[in-house]
């Protein structure tokens, strides 16, 4: 079954500190995986995608497929950085290539 | 529209009485999604759209719930006889192809008395 999990829902880092948000996913063939990110009163927007491999506000993450590991980080965290985010699995193989698929998110409380 | 809007924002509703919600793609965006976001739960999947038909129901959590999508645009999300386990953040977003990124709307947060 087709699965992510984010094993944590809170993390709390202090500013300039590096932040790792965890993702684990279970799919056999090759996803495509990709971050959410929803700041506070604003709609859930894309961060991040593996295959454009860009870093985006600092965050870059990497895909681990030996590992199923696509983990968010960022070397110095800000208090902008704040807001909850979420991975999502989007199947990439014939015609259930719709549906993304998300963990239940982790929230990123960057402290003063 | 600049992009996906939903509406109501905000929707309080007796337990028993059936709700609307509906939801206004970006113009020219052919897949249309439908999530639920409770507490603690992540994003769960509803239905999917491509053009006015629709390949996936298999997440619409019993018969009460159903979707239409007229015209290829507007999407309409009816729950009937609405139970407070209903209560939640439901989630549209659209994008211009079942490959392409998904723009999502604010949400309309139902909460069933």
């Known amino acids: 079954a087709q699965r992510v999990t984010q094993p944590e829902k809170l993390l709390s880092v202090f500013k300039g500190a590096p932040v790792e948000l965890k993702c684990n996913y279970s799919?056999?063939?090759?996803?495509?995986l990709f971050w959410y990110v929803q700041y506070s009163r604003q709609r859930l927007q894309l961060l991040l995608r593996?295959?454009s491999r860009e870093s985006i506000k600092g965050f870059t993450a990497d895909l681990n497929k030996g590992e199923t590991s696509f983990h968010l980080k960022k070397p110095f965290a800000q208090e902008e950085d704040s807001a909850m985010y979420y991975c999502?699995?989007?199947?990439?193989?014939?015609?259930?290539?719709?549906?993304?698929?998300f963990g239940s998110g982790t929230r990123l409380l960057v402290r003063p | 529209g600049a992009g996906v809007s939903q509406s109501p924002s905000n929707k309080v509703t007796e337990k028993g009485k059936d709700v609307e919600l509906r939801c206004d793609p970006i113009?020219?965006?052919?897949?249309l999604y439908w999530y639920r976001q409770s507490l603690g739960q992540g994003l769960e999947f509803l239905i999917y759209?491509?053009?006015?038909?629709?390949?996936?129901k298999s997440g619409l959590p019993s018969d009460r719930f159903s979707a239409e999508r007229t015209g290829g645009s507007v999407s309409t999300l009816t729950i009937q006889r609405t139970q407070q386990e209903d209560s939640a953040v439901y989630l549209c977003?659209?994008?211009?192809?079942?490959?392409?990124?998904?723009?999502f709307g604010q949400g309309t947060r139902l909460t069933v008395v």
């Open positions: 593996h295959i």
């Open positions: 799919y056999s063939g090759s996803p495509e």
């Open positions: 977003a659209s994008s211009f192809s079942s490959k392409g990124e998904a723009f």
């Open positions: 999502a699995l989007r199947s990439s193989r014939g015609d259930s290539s719709y549906k993304l698929i």
């Open positions: 113009s020219g965006h052919t897949a």
């Open positions: 759209f491509q053009g006015n038909s629709a390949p996936d």
